[in-house]
């Protein structure tokens, strides 16, 4: 086998990597672009869903809204607004058993509570 056959095989086995890699990139690129509208399209509803919301306020309860349309009361709530995109809250922190925070200086448990006289 000559070096221009090999070259040709690798340039063959190339061409359809690369156009294995190119096809993923734009369908990726295509997907992203699709949920940025629909974020955005979402966000607009949310925008209706709050005002209507706050303008039925005055007319009617929630539990009332609920009850005339068979919507859930927290489906009915205004929207949660996300902190960012793809950002999540981190979860609360856990309190040590039986609720005394350990020292960190001594190790042990709360410290005592300092009295203070006034001689």
């Given at each position: 086998m000559t070096a221009d056959e090999i070259r040709a095989r690798v340039e063959a086995a190339d061409k359809t990597r690369i156009q294995a890699r190119a096809d993923a990139a734009a369908k990726i690129a295509a997907d992203i672009e699709r949920r940025i509208k629909v974020r955005a399209e979402l966000?607009?509803?949310?925008?209706?869903?709050?005002?209507?919301?706050?303008?039925?306020?005055?007319?009617?309860?929630?539990?009332?809204?609920?009850?005339?349309?068979g919507i859930a009361t927290t489906e009915l709530s205004p929207p949660v607004i996300e902190s960012g995109p793809g950002r999540t809250r981190r979860p609360t922190r856990r309190k040590s058993a039986g609720g005394a925070r350990k020292s960190r200086?001594?190790?042990?448990g709360s410290a005592s509570p300092v009295t203070v006289s006034s001689d």
């Open positions: 966000a607009e509803i949310d925008a209706a869903i709050t005002a209507g919301l706050a303008e039925s306020a005055a007319i009617m309860t929630l539990a009332e809204l609920s009850e005339f349309t200086l001594t190790g042990t």
